[in-house]
């Protein structure tokens, strides 16, 4: 497992944008795969994207060519980049990382979670 620290969470207009930022310990997180969950109030977590360690990306449909997600392996970072943000984009976002080679489908992979981030976007 590895601990993770979420940050950049906040308060944005609409068409606004935030980057969150995921800090990794440990010296496992180059081969980890990362993503990026959001919980909005009475709904289910849902994945919002996700990243292995080769740099195969994948979204969810609401948020392709909006969000972006990258890493960076030298400061065992991984970050979501928000853009056009939306109202019912917000939630709270949480990071998560998996010891697979291949982005899980159940978010039962991922062994090691943050604390959340809130993210809320006004209409």
């Known amino acids: 497992q590895v601990q993770l620290v979420e940050s950049g969470g906040g308060l944005v207009q609409s068409g606004g944008s935030l980057r969150l930022s995921c800090a990794a310990s440990?010296?496992?997180?180059?081969?980890?795969?990362m993503a990026w969950y959001r919980q909005a109030p009475g709904k289910e977590r849902e994945l919002v994207a996700a990243?292995?360690?080769?740099?195969?990306?994948d979204y969810t449909d609401s948020v392709k060519g909006r969000f972006t997600i990258s890493r960076d392996n030298a400061k065992t970072t991984v970050y979501l980049q928000m853009n056009s943000l939306k109202p019912e984009d917000t939630a709270v976002y949480y990071c998560?990382?998996?010891?697979?080679?291949?982005?899980?489908?159940?978010?039962?992979?991922?062994?090691?979670w943050g604390q959340g981030t809130q993210v809320t976007v006004s209409s």
């Open positions: 990243i292995t360690s080769g740099g195969t990306t």
């Open positions: 998560a990382a998996g010891p697979t080679g291949y982005i899980p489908t159940t978010s039962s992979a991922y062994d090691s």
């Open positions: 440990g010296n496992i997180f180059g081969i980890y795969t």
